[in-house]
DNA sequence: ACGCCCTTGTTTTTT
DNA sequence: ACAAGGGCGT
């Protein structure tokens, strides 16, 4: 039996043991809105749902992972049986089942960004677009307005009137690039992110018997961080929930910092119009900080404008200690007093992993890193760049997704671009070849790499067999004894570094039944999915550590123009979002707070003396204390 | 095809 | 200041 008296509060319990019906938790951060989720599953399953009925939607893979794990230790058995994960993830394992009724093949490609950027170029290649043309956006900003308006379910010609007029002229250009783009994914039988959601939404409308299939399958839904979610990711769990509305959401609208992705905090106002005769359902006790930490953050929020009000009342015990903002003359200084602070918690007993530094951008880190490198501090950082968007493992992964995918032409140009002799024209003339012949062994390739061409078409048909479909972890070793080792040897310096990470890959494809779940999954990880070496100091962007906490953080960069970030402060809205990061960052601690700012950063571009962010400004004096950092 | 040199934008955040 | 991407010559 579960304890649930003594594990929750009296409007947790609520929450975790409502009656049937759909349901939003509202709550301010540290509020146990997770853990409230967490118990709810448990308590499904303790009173006796099936639990492949459950449907659990979350921010990141980890977060599920994490969520399901603490329910298995709570109710033993069944949890694998549970569907949790991202939007995307959910989706991903419904489109690959029936990818065929909405005419996609079922062993289809899903495209990473920097794959849809690749697809793109040929697009602007075939209209005789230049990259730089003027009042043009170039690829990755063609993206983001594409994946805006998949996101909002908004037509292309509405979004580019409202949100980018100075590209108002192009608008037919646009369209037309919209199309050719989505006529390309289709002949590749590849999928970007934002199909991912926006074809399994649309199967869901258009097969009407499966809809009722998956909404019967699905009893219960639950979704956590709701307030960083897209109206389409809002009408995907919509069309799961609307028969049964057996659906919980739980979020915060004070964190949501997404909506640059077409995260809508709309999501969460009209629940109750969505789901007539909801219930609103309040935590208003904060388990995580100091009452010192969360005065400051909720000091921090209230100059917001746009939120509903919360009550937020600490329980934890008074600290005395206040939270400390620190001066630094220089980035260089605020990097020693971080790694000297670090070095005197280590001595008082805290563990380096119970430490993070939080910023608002990657290159905020550099010179922390360079300096915990420096003091021997052992760190762990989530960088921009994702494990599986290194090239040398998209390099073998092409091998992989053309083996189960001929149509994937990403894939075939990346292979062939790394034989000598084949550069961008070569490339589509053997491109344009092998659509026509179906088969490797009769394209007559450069005379530069004919003998490694023969060797790579009977690679390819190797692992293409069924057998090996099975076992991707022995097809990457194939590739590898086949032809990449010698290859990466041939062009990099960092050669063993690249195998090395290989040979990770090697072992993670071991637990994949297939080529296709295993691409699927890498595609999907995010970044702090895949940090399971818990070691060291969390250096992080705030972004990434939504939904974490850690006994000590530090934020850093606390500078008008990086924090709040130089762009967004053009607009309130704009502003107001970064509040809220500042809220989230501030929320991450438990026990000690440390707010670090440079009054000069050497850059090499743009302005060098700082300002201390306007948000510390809005904070009243006597929530935090004042420390002078001197030169490092 | 590939290397060299010059131009350009880059630093917001990510599934 | 510096990397990436395009233009140009080989
Ligand atoms: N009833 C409780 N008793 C003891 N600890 C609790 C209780 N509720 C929550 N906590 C603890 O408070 C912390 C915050 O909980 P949780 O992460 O679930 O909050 P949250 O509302 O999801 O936070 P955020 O929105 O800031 O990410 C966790 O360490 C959790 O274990």
């Known amino acids: 039996m579960i304890d649930y008296i003594h594990l929750l509060n009296e409007e947790q319990r609520a929450a975790v043991t409502a009656a049937p019906g759909p349901i939003l938790v509202v709550a301010g951060a540290g509020s146990g809105k997770t853990r409230a989720l967490t118990y709810r599953v448990a308590y499904l399953l303790d009173n006796g749902v099936d639990p492949s009925r459950i449907f659990l939607a979350t921010f990141t893979n980890k977060a599920a992972r994490q969520m399901l794990e603490r329910v298995s230790r709570l109710i033993p058995h069944g949890t694998e049986a549970i569907w949790g994960g991202t939007f995307h993830h959910l989706a991903h394992r419904l489109l690959r089942r029936h990818a065929s009724l909405v005419g996609y093949d079922p062993s289809f490609t899903i495209l990473d960004r920097s794959d849809s950027a690749e697809l793109l170029s040929d697009c602007y290649e075939e209209m ?24 909002r379910e908004v037509p292309l010609e509405a979004l580019i009137a409202e949100e980018f007029p100075h590209f108002a002229e192009q608008t037919d250009r646009l369209v037309e690039l919209a199309d050719l783009y989505r006529k390309r994914k289709r002949k590749a039988s590849a999928v970007d992110y934002d199909d991912l959601l926006s074809e399994t939404v649309r199967l869901l409308r258009e097969q009407p018997q499966l809809r009722e299939e998956y909404q019967d399958r699905f009893h219960h839904i639950l979704v956590d961080e709701y307030q960083d979610t897209s109206r389409l990711q809002a009408d995907f769990v919509h069309l799961l929930a609307s028969g049964h509305r057996q659906i919980m959401a739980v979020g915060d609208d004070a964190q949501s910092i997404y909506s640059w992705r077409g995260a809508d905090i709309r999501n969460m106002l009209t629940f109750p119009e969505r789901y007539p005769g909801s219930r609103l359902l309040y935590l208003r006790a904060n388990y995580r900080s100091t009452p010192e930490i969360l005065s400051l953050a909720n000091a921090a929020i209230a100059a917001n ?8 009342a600490p329980v934890r015990e008074s600290h005395r200690l206040k939270p400390a903002v620190v001066s630094c003359p220089t980035a260089n200084a605020q990097a020693s007093f971080v790694a000297s602070q670090l070095q005197e918690l280590w001595r008082e007993g805290i563990p380096w992993e119970e430490i993070a ?44 997704r053309l083996a189960v995918n001929p149509h994937d032409s990403v894939a075939f140009a990346r ?64 590739v590898i004894d086949a032809f990449y080792r010698s290859y990466v040897e041939s062009q990099h310096a960092d050669a063993a570094h690249r195998l090395e990470d290989l040979s990770q890959l090697v072992s993670f494809a071991a637990e994949f039944p297939d080529t296709e779940s295993l691409l699927g999954q890498l595609t999907l990880l995010t970044n702090t999915d895949r940090s399971q070496s818990r070691e060291g100091v969390h250096l992080s962007t705030i972004h990434q550590a939504k939904g974490l906490e850690w006994r000590v953080v530090f934020v850093i960069m606390l500078a008008d123009g990086l924090f709040p970030s130089g762009r967004s402060t053009e607009s309130l809205l704009g502003e107001e979002e970064e509040r809220r990061l500042f809220y989230v960052a501030t929320t991450r601690a438990r026990d000690r707070l440390f707010l670090v700012y440079p009054r000069y950063r050497a850059s090499h571009y743009g302005e060098n ?7 510390l400004a809005e904070i009243p004096r006597e929530l935090y204390s004042d420390l002078r950092a001197s030169r490092g």
């Open 128 to 151: 005789k677009l230049s990259r730089s043309e003027l009042h043009f956006p170039r690829r990755e900003g063609a993206l983001e307005i594409f994946g805006l308006a998949a996101n």
């Open 415 to 478: 292979v062939v671009r790394m034989f000598p002799g084949v550069g961008e024209k070569t490339a589509d003339r053997l491109w344009e070849e092998f659509s026509r012949k179906a088969d490797l062994g009769s394209i007559v390739p450069p005379k530069s790499c004919a003998a490694a061409w023969k060797e790579w078409a009977s690679l390819q048909k190797e692992i293409a067999s069924p057998e090996l479909r099975r076992a991707p972890a022995a097809q990457i070793e194939k």
């Open 357 to 400: 530094v939080l910023y608002r951008a990657h290159f905020h880190a550099l010179e922390i890193q360079l300096e915990l490198t420096r003091s021997r501090i052992p760190f762990e950082i989530t960088s921009g760049l994702r494990f599986f968007e290194q090239a040398h493992l998209k390099d073998v992964a092409a091998f992989l």
């Open 305 to 312: 404008r746009f939120q509903f009000p919360k009550e937020l």
């Open 609 to 615: 003396s700082l300002r201390p962010s306007r948000f």
